[in-house]
């Protein structure tokens, strides 16, 4: 069956420090597609990032920064130099069966403190 | 703007009182979701629909039904809706199977 671990729960750290947040999957599936989306205290959801099965590379996008590896199931998000405005629920999600299915870890809150 | 529509944002009702909670798009997807969110849980998948009249249960569809009559509208419907439906619901679609999700702004519902 198809699983998506987000460990921590919640985090804390002080502005401009760096934090990885990690998400850990499972699937018998050989194409899939990993996602990461946003939730601020606003509450709206929004997309961050696409991994699909086959491209490994690894992706920097300003501060933020996501490392794919099959050989460990896990795709784990780093914020560089964190801000306040990185304050917000992040959430790992993974697409299977043509995409039809998606399935969302449990969260992680990240609070940032000035 | 392309955007995904819920309605209402807000709902208070009680044990029992069919209700519906309409969500639209205008986008041209033909991919459309419901989620509900709770604490600890995530975003679980109710029901999803890949083009008009062809619709298919998520991981969490007890309690709930669809329709999809027009591409762009997939309502959600609590025929008979009880306090463990309480809950963040989101409506979301998209172009592919496999593209990002648009996330309406999502319903609070408190069913008492």
Not at chain 1, 40 to 55: H, K, M, T
Not at chain 1, 106 to 113: M, N, Q, S
Not at chain 2, 27 to 51: A, K, T
């Amino acid at each position: 069956a198809q699983k998506v671990t987000q460990a921590q729960t919640e985090i804390s750290v002080v502005e401009k420090e760096d934090v990885t947040l990690d998400c850990v999957y499972e699937t018998r599936d050989t194409t899939y597609y990993l996602f990461w989306y946003k939730q601020p205290p606003s509450g709206e959801l929004v997309f961050l990032i696409r991994r699909n099965s086959f491209d490994e590379q690894n992706e920097i996008s300003g501060r933020y920064s996501w490392n794919f590896q099959k050989s460990t199931s896990s795709f784990n998000f780093t914020i560089t130099a964190s801000q306040v405005v990185d304050s917000a629920v992040y959430f790992c999600a993974l697409n299977w069966d043509g995409g039809f299915k998606t399935i969302f870890g449990a969260g992680t809150r990240l609070f940032v403190k000035a | 703007e392309a955007q995904v529509t819920q309605n209402p944002r807000y709902l208070i009702t009680v044990t029992g009182k069919k209700l519906t909670v309409t969500c639209s798009q205008n986008m041209n997807h033909e991919y459309m979701s419901w989620y509900r969110q709770d604490p600890g849980l995530g975003l679980r998948q109710i029901y999803y629909s890949m083009n008009v009249e062809v619709t298919d249960k998520g991981d969490v569809p007890e309690g709930y039904k669809v329709s999809r009559k027009e591409k762009r509208n997939f309502p959600l419907i609590l025929e008979s809706p009880s306090p463990n439906q309480t809950s963040l619901y989101f409506c979301a679609s998209r172009w592919t199977g496999n593209s990002p999700l648009h996330f309406g702004n999502g319903t609070r519902l408190t069913v008492t």
